[in-house]
């Protein structure tokens, strides 16, 4: 991608300041025929409602503004409208379209899952910004998946013929199809409700129409063996769809994918997930999480605690990540499986959307601090600075790079969810009820509170340093209460408002409430004390990563023997990624001597940076800033 091109999309992308991926509880409210039923302590403001200022955050949304611009509407039909016999050109004439490659080439079974993220990341985007640009391209996508819809007849909308269906129904090999077609359940659901696109919602309700009809006359046994098959969060989506239209025939199709033999365990509070594919777990619980949100199902709600708990607890790497090689693996072997192929952000994506679901029931601050680590040390460490390109595994082996994307070859799962991930950062920063408004991540934003008529405007440079402000604005005073989060890694909090310093009663792994009648220009300045700390493996207590506060710190190991930086520009390698080579040199340094009582005395700190150095000579800097080069994220303690 040139240079030029990035800036110019970039700065248009961002530039107007003025709705799924999942429904969250208080989002679009409008919209929603179903409600929530179980009993919600928090609520979720709508993305339109947060602005994103200058930040690392903003800089990563805006390279994702431009690369998912660049990529034109009749590249991202082409599969579908051959699919479906109907070409572009509106003179009567074939118009030659440069096909995509990677998971989009013509020959791969996944082909039109990206078209599917990249409606949900136009929508967000467009919800996060402000900008026509974005409500234009997903606009012109949604009218082309409508054309091509409309070919085929029956409500069937897909880049691949309706027989990679029928084999999934018969048992036979076929890659994953209706996890692509979620893909595309849950894109049309976002434009509908982030870019208000009606014909959105008429194309997928009708894909919901043909689902219920093929699916309806069904065995049990069919429908067994069917549902072995990945099939993504197909299920989330069509309680989303129920949620929307109040359509009891979507919740039936979202129970048809309930799969017996992955959640019946949690139900029963079993931690049986062995070598499971865990990205085709995940999204299985956030029905679930639905199931318990529209109909109060106690069960699900069990279930879904369970796993998440189980998840951090004993299947999570230090920057929140999850999965070797996709797979789950053996805890009690956890330094083992440190290597290469650690960490799918897929994984990441689908447990932070859990966790926001979690969040909204129960205001927990372990999620919050769960959400927060991952964020920062997976998610905004994925994409490349300086090519926009984003990472499918997070590689924890030491000596390891990160491997990137290509424009044009790759368009993995990775990718896609890359596509909305870095267009909604706004999520998880704020949420509200009815007594008050929750402070969760320290990133430079406004948030507007259109009942209470309180726009908050946070500015800070955390991580870099340990101080945040919150400036309030309100036409009239307002009394509500500040839930500023007290981080479990933090130390004692000072807390000034207005410049009188406040006495904090509460412990780490709380929230400090504030209350008062707020008026315009109230500034709350918080300062929460970061340190150094050790996190062990819990097999190995000789293996550890270094953090600072929530940041994940990994040593340089430079450049020696890369060979190359973007692997993939073979379109016929895009599974490369799995087998990947990386080279790591044999004399390559991992062991770290480290005085947990005086950590100061192992890592010295460079004023104004989050720069560490050893006695040794050794620089540690955090995760999400290395790029193109080795690191070591768990080191061997010198004992």
């Known amino acids: 991608m040139k240079q030029k091109l990035y800036i110019t999309l970039a700065c248009l992308a961002l530039s107007g300041m003025s709705l799924a991926q999942s429904v969250y509880p208080g989002q679009h409210k409008e919209k929603i025929r179903k409600k929530v039923t179980a009993p919600i302590q928090v609520e979720g403001f709508d993305l339109k409602d947060v602005r994103l200022l200058p930040s690392r955050f903003r800089d990563n949304m805006e390279r994702d503004s431009a690369w998912m611009v660049s990529i034109s509407t009749d590249r991202l039909l082409h599969s579908f409208r051959t699919n479906a016999g109907v070409y572009a050109g509106r003179e009567g004439g074939y118009m030659t379209v440069k096909k995509l490659g990677g998971w989009e080439s013509l020959d791969c079974e996944l082909r039109g899952h990206t078209t599917g993220h990249l409606l949900s990341a136009y929508g967000l985007m467009y919800a996060a910004t402000g900008s026509e640009m974005f409500k234009l391209k997903g606009d012109s996508l949604v009218n082309g998946l409508a054309e091509v819809q409309q070919a085929l007849g029956s409500g069937y909308l897909s880049a691949f013929p309706e027989e990679l269906i029928n084999r999934n129904i018969r048992g036979t090999s076929v890659w994953a199809p209706w996890y692509t077609l979620h893909k595309l359940f849950s894109g049309l659901m976002d434009q509908y409700l982030y870019a208000d696109n009606q014909q959105a919602l008429e194309v997928v309700k009708r894909m919901g129409d043909w689902a219920y009809n093929k699916l309806k006359p069904l065995d049990e046994a069919t429908r067994q063996r069917m549902i072995r098959n990945e099939f993504g969060g197909i299920n989330e989506s069509f309680y989303n769809l129920y949620a929307i239209t109040g359509d009891e025939r979507y919740e039936w199709l979202a129970r048809y994918f309930y799969h017996n033999d992955v959640i019946d365990p949690l139900k029963e509070q079993r931690d049986d997930l062995g070598t499971k594919h865990t990205n085709t777990f995940i999204p299985k619980v956030l029905a679930e999480a639905r199931n318990y949100e529209l109909n109060g199902s106690e069960d699900s709600r069990q279930a879904t605690d369970f796993f998440w708990h189980t998840m951090i607890a004993r299947h999570t790497f230090a920057p929140g990540c999850s999965s070797q090689k996709e797979h789950f693996f053996d805890p009690a072997r956890f330094s083992e499986f440190v290597n290469g192929y650690t960490g799918e952000t897929c994984c990441t994506y689908n447990m932070l959307k859990l966790s926001r679901h979690l969040f909204c029931w129960t205001a927990s601050p372990d999620v919050a601090d769960y959400y927060e680590r991952a964020l920062y040390n997976h998610i905004l460490g994925q994409q490349d600075p300086q090519s926009g390109m984003v990472c499918y595994f997070l590689p924890l082996l030491s000596g390891a790079h990160k491997v990137y994307s290509t424009p044009e070859n790759s368009f993995w799962c990775c990718v896609g969810s ?19 408004i929750y402070v969760n991540l320290f990133i430079p934003s406004q948030v507007t509170w259109r009942e209470k008529g309180l726009t908050l405007v946070q500015t800070t440079r955390f991580p870099a340093e340990e101080t945040t402000t919150l400036t309030l604005r309100a036409d009239r005073p307002v009394q509500t209460t500040l839930y500023l989060r007290y981080p479990s890694w933090s130390g004692k909090p000072e807390v000034r408002v207005n410049g009188k310093k406040l006495k904090v009663r509460r412990e780490a792994g709380s929230y400090i409430a504030v209350e008062r009648s707020w008026k315009d220009g109230d500034k709350v300045e918080v300062r ?96 999400y800033d290395l790029h193109r080069q080795r690191y070591v994220v768990y080191w061997d303690l010198m004992k």
Do not use: C, W
Request: hydrophobic share 25%.
């Open 528 to 623: 929460y004390p970061m340190s150094l700390r050790l996190e062990r493996t819990p097999d190995n207590p000789d293996k550890a990563a270094v953090l600072y506060g929530p940041i994940v710190l990994a040593g340089e190991r430079g450049t020696e023997g890369m060979e190359a930086l973007a692997p993939f520009s073979n379109p016929k390698l895009y599974n490369d990624y799995y087998t990947y080579d990386y080279h790591v040199p044999a004399d390559l340094k991992t062991s770290l001597s480290f005085d947990e009582r005086h950590p100061e005395r192992s890592l010295q700190r460079r004023n104004g940076t989050l720069e560490f150095t050893t006695p040794q000579g050794d620089v540690l800097r955090p995760l």
């Open 418 to 436: 890359g596509f909305e991930s870095h267009a909604k950062y706004g999520e998880g920063i704020y949420y509200h009820n009815d007594r008050g």
